[in-house]
């Protein structure tokens, strides 16, 4: 298992600077459309539709333009885009609630750019940017992440053809060094002119197979210090989407910008608000870490 640690998990594959029509298998909508249209589901007790991105394919320079200085907000696009490793990063952190009011989760946006050729964008670029830097292995709790072969695919009645956009992996993800989640990750990728995206969702089609069924677990540290897990839980509501986005006006000049639907069980941090308190700082090393690894 190849060792990752931090927020998000994708598996995609290295940048191409050809667009291509996504490939996708059977009758049922791709995850982008399911995600934006259908929404992430809980049954009855919520639904919530993914935001588009900031830069949509068919906006004028102009729509283009005004999006990003919505973006950049107070601080202004100059120094939002600004090519320094320091630049902000833009963080929104919305409070999702169920049909009966209560706090659900979080609907997490985040952006910023980076200056580069996007053809140095490459693979581990973007997962390092939601994952943090590779971990130490004598840390257990840093997570990982697994590809899922055929015959497990088939297990559950699922079958990719050779040339398909969509990929499942099996995640460990730890949160903030507090939960760590585990499950198996629906991806699906998608390019175009000047951009690429994954779109992931964490399967409740596994619910049934032990070793990937979808749970959280709290971590904790024993009286050595050594870190140690708490029973398993149940657990569905992760979704999101991630993009590189290349500007008409600036091609060297790339919009980073993630989407992510969190719910957040209140046995998680105590109903408090440590993760919104917790995670813009964990962005924000992540972003200044992508501009060092790709600065010239």
Not at 8 to 24: M, T
Not at 95 to 116: E, S
Not at 122 to 141: C, H, I, Y
Not at 169 to 185: A, C, F, S
């Amino acid at each position: 298992m190849k060792v990752q640690q931090a927020l998000l998990i994708v598996f995609i594959s290295l940048w191409s600077a050809a667009a291509r029509e996504s490939r996708l298998c059977g009758s049922e909508p791709d995850l982008f459309t399911q995600l934006s249209e259908q929404g992430l589901s809980l049954g009855e007790q919520a639904t919530w539709k993914l935001p588009g991105p900031t830069l949509a394919q068919d906006q004028s320079p102009e729509q283009r333009n005004a999006a990003l200085e919505t973006l950049a907000g107070k601080q202004g696009w100059a120094r939002f885009a600004r090519n320094s490793i320091m630049a902000p990063v833009a963080v929104d952190i919305e409070a999702l609630q169920d049909k009966q009011g209560n706090r659900w989760g979080h609907d997490i946006h985040t952006a910023f750019m980076v200056h580069a050729d996007l053809q140095q964008f490459r693979q581990e670029d973007l997962l390092e940017q939601l994952l943090g830097p590779p971990p130490t292995l004598e840390d257990p709790s840093t997570g990982g992440i697994e590809a899922l072969s055929a015959e497990e695919l088939r297990a559950v009645g699922i079958s990719l053809p050779a040339d398909s956009n969509e990929s499942y992996v099996y995640i460990e993800l730890p949160l903030l060094n507090k939960i760590i989640v585990r499950g198996v990750l629906h991806l699906a990728q998608r390019e175009r002119a000047g951009a690429y995206e994954v779109a992931w969702q964490l399967d409740p089609r596994f619910s049934a197979v032990e070793k990937y069924a979808p749970r959280w677990h709290k971590l904790e540290r024993n009286a050595v210090g050594r870190p140690t897990e708490g029973p398993a839980h149940p657990y569905l509501g992760l979704a999101g989407r991630v993009g590189v986005y290349q500007l008409d006006t600036a091609p060297s000049q790339l919009l980073v910008e993630s989407r992510m639907l969190l719910r957040e069980p209140e046995a998680w941090f105590a109903g408090s608000q440590f993760l919104r308190s917790k995670l813009p700082l964990s962005v924000q090393e992540n972003a200044r870490r992508l501009r060092r690894k790709l600065a010239p």
